[in-house]
């Protein structure tokens, strides 16, 4: 089985960085997923992690360690548009590829 | 435009009323999935598809039923809705393992369905 942690919220204001940390526990790992969900919409796809290290889309970054079965989303120079919920999400190898499990969300609430 | 298609996006129905969620995606994707989305427990899958005719269940499966008879629908089916079913749902679809873009799931705009 697997289980993720993630803390439920943070608050930063404009222009701040914004770390969110995710933890695992699973008996083999193919990757670390993160996505987005605005109030009431769709999750977005946000990035993937399948090796150790840190991957940079514009503003956002995701780290992975597998050593330390942990990862991290990083919001950098904050808009208030970043409000929203970031999941976490890891498929185990142990289990099918099909299934996928989340964390329970992190709500990021930015101020002006 | 690519998308993933889910219908009704809101429902309220009774106890025991049969009812079916659509799912349409016009990718070629190959996975499908199903998520229930509940206040502080975040997405948690109910069933999935890897291909047609090949589904499975996730971790919240009970009461549920689903099909995948051709490659761009994935129907999920309350035979018997109690309470505790209502929720917001979520389709979610991408390319199978091993091909690119396969760990980007594309969702629906969900469907917010009551049980009363």
């Known amino acids: 089985g697997q289980s993720l942690e993630q803390p439920s919220e943070v608050t930063a204001v404009e222009g701040a960085i914004v770390q969110i940390n995710c933890t695992y526990q699973?008996?083999?790992?193919?990757?670390l997923s993160w996505y987005q969900q605005h109030d009431g919409g769709a999750p977005t796809f946000l990035s993937y992690?399948?090796?150790?290290g840190l991957e940079e889309t514009g503003r956002f970054s995701s780290f992975l360690s597998r050593s330390d079965s942990y990862g991290y989303l990083l919001l950098q120079e904050l808009q208030m548009k970043d409000s929203a919920s970031y999941f976490c999400?890891?498929?185990?190898?142990?289990?099918?590829?099909?299934?996928?499990?989340f964390g329970a969300g992190t709500q990021v609430v930015v101020t002006p | 435009e690519a998308q993933v298609t889910q219908n009704p996006r809101y429902l309220i129905t009774v106890t025991g009323k049969k009812l079916t969620v659509t799912c349409s995606q016009n990718m070629n994707h190959e996975y499908m999935s199903w998520y229930r989305q509940d206040p502080g427990l975040g997405l948690r899958q109910i069933y999935y598809s890897m291909n047609v005719e090949v589904t499975d269940k996730g971790d919240v499966p009970e009461g549920y039923k689903v099909s995948r008879k051709e490659k761009r629908n994935f129907p999920l089916i309350l035979e018997s809705p109690s309470p505790n079913q209502t929720s917001l749902y979520f389709c979610a679809s991408s390319f199978r393992p091993g091909l690119p873009g396969a760990n980007v799931l594309t969702f629906g705009a969900g469907s917010r369905l009551t049980v009363l």
């Open positions: 699973t008996s083999g790992f193919y990757g």
């Open positions: 999400a890891v498929r185990s190898s142990t289990d099918s590829w099909g299934k996928l499990q």
């Open positions: 992690n399948a090796l150790d």
